[in-house]
């Protein structure tokens, strides 16, 4: 069964029921899976016209997967993703860093994208699922920077302590698992690294004020919460509705997951 089968058949069983659509969790979720279908399909056309790279942002020209191991892929490709992050990453790139630390780094967009954009930088990315782990290790190559890409699986909370000695920045998407592991009181060695850490209060209440107060005393922190996106768009996708462009730039996320940009303090 294709793709447009399976969707339009698991449409008219939730239509079918009795009241249709009676909810708005219901009407929700019937929208979502609507749009994740369309975003698929703008993502195939991305790649049969414009080929698996990066369009736009800081990793621009990065050649790129043709399947996300997780989210959508389009705003990847048109490199509108996280966009919010893009000041941040700027600035962190020209500060002279000599490691990355990438923890959650899925198919590798942050982890080859910095180290392309911070030549002299190696990239330490981390995720415990094999798919993840070889799709990463693969971009890597692709891009040619296999050798400052070094992948591994799982992380611990002590782990940061093996890079005391570095001037690192740490990205980090966990799924909540970074209440688990932004242990300062663990890894004293935090307290002298920049972070860039997505915030999941949707699967771990109250993580974002927690990581606040245990880094308030050794980091300046800016919260960073999504916006709407604007991206030049491929002139054919441009020539699409208004609502294609909103699906096109659209990152899936259930709720808000606001990140945390800390720079460690002069003092600390």
Known sequence: MSNFETVAAWIKARVA???PLASEPELGTVLRVLAIWRSRLIAEALLRREGARILNGPFA?????????????????????????????????????????????????YAVGLARLMPGVTVHAYDIVEKARQACAELAAKNEVGDRVIIGELF???????????????????????????????????????????????????VLERLRDRFAATHDIQRLDQQGKSVPLPEWLAAQGHL??????????IRPTPWLVMTPKAAA
């Open 17 to 19: 029921r009795d009241p």
């Open 244 to 253: 294609d462009h909103l699906i096109a730039v659209w990152e899936w996320r």
């Open 61 to 109: 020209g990065m050649e790129y997967v043709g399947e996300a191991t997780e989210g959508a892929l389009a705003p990847r490709l048109l490199g509108s993703y996280e966009s919010e992050l893009h000041p941040a990453i700027a600035r962190f790139a020209a500060e002279g860093f000599d490691c990355v630390i990438d923890v959650g780094c899925a198919e590798g967009y």
């Open 156 to 206: 611990t909370p002590t782990g940061f302590e093996a890079f005391a000695d570095r001037k690192c920045l740490v990205m980090m998407d966990v799924e909540g698992a970074e209440d688990d592991l932004l242990r300062p009181d663990l890894s004293p060695a935090l307290a002298r690294m920049s972070l860039i850490v997505e915030t999941h209060d949707v699967y771990r209440p109250g």
